[in-house]
């Protein structure tokens, strides 16, 4: 009937609405706004969970890999996106240094910004969110020490940190040494390639299983 059409239509049309006015999508424009080079369906005129790149569940984003985008340097309106599990860069740039806000995601579980052109050192702050599992930052133009808060993510299973300019030594855990912990800890290092961290004192632990006599 004529009034099932139209309750039909009224439904949809608060349904879009509400999605261009919730808290992400305002977060999401103001973000396309600030980055240079995003894809071109990113439209403010349109719900942000249908751009490219961007994947949603009940209007909320939960995912950000874009490709092929310059970003220039983020604002600090990414912090807005509480609930964001992944944000990882495929073939694109960023400028400067890696924003804390993106430490201060509370749900975040992968931040992968492989060749990404990102500078600077690696804050030794702790992530808020206690799910981190992959931190892929290889291949950029990171330099100075890593930092002992990378120690503290039990859930962190995949790490790249090579092809950066780090100095120094991989930060030793604190407190008494039990056989997984320094397993993990030459995983650690070896998915990172950075061996030549090591501190002396475990380098021929970390290598004896591959010695042959």
Known sequence: SMKTAWTITLLLFLCVAQAQTSPDQQAMCTLAKAWSGVPA??????????????????????????????????PGQISLLKNLEAFEILQGTMAGTIPLDLWSLPNLSSLVLNQ?????????????????????????????TV???????????????????????LPVPQGSWTTTGLELY??????????????????????IPYLTF
């Open 116 to 144: 990404a052109g990102v500078s600077g050192t690696l804050p030794n702050i702790p992530f808020a969110s206690k799910k981190i599992s992959t931190l892929g930052l290889s291949q950029n133009n990171l330099s100075g």
């Open 186 to 207: 030459c995983l650690l290092a070896s998915l990172s390639l950075l061996f030549s961290l090591l501190p002396s004192a475990i380098v021929l632990f970390c290598f």
């Open 147 to 169: 930092p002992q808060s990378i120690l503290n993510y039990p859930s962190l299973r995949q790490i790249a940190l090579n092809g950066n300019s780090f100095t120094g030594t």
């Open 41 to 74: 369906d990113w439209n403010c005129a349109t719900p942000c969970c249908k751009w490219s790149g961007v994947y949603c569940k009940n209007n909320i984003v939960l995912l950000l890999n874009p490709s092929n985008v310059n970003l220039g340097q983020m």
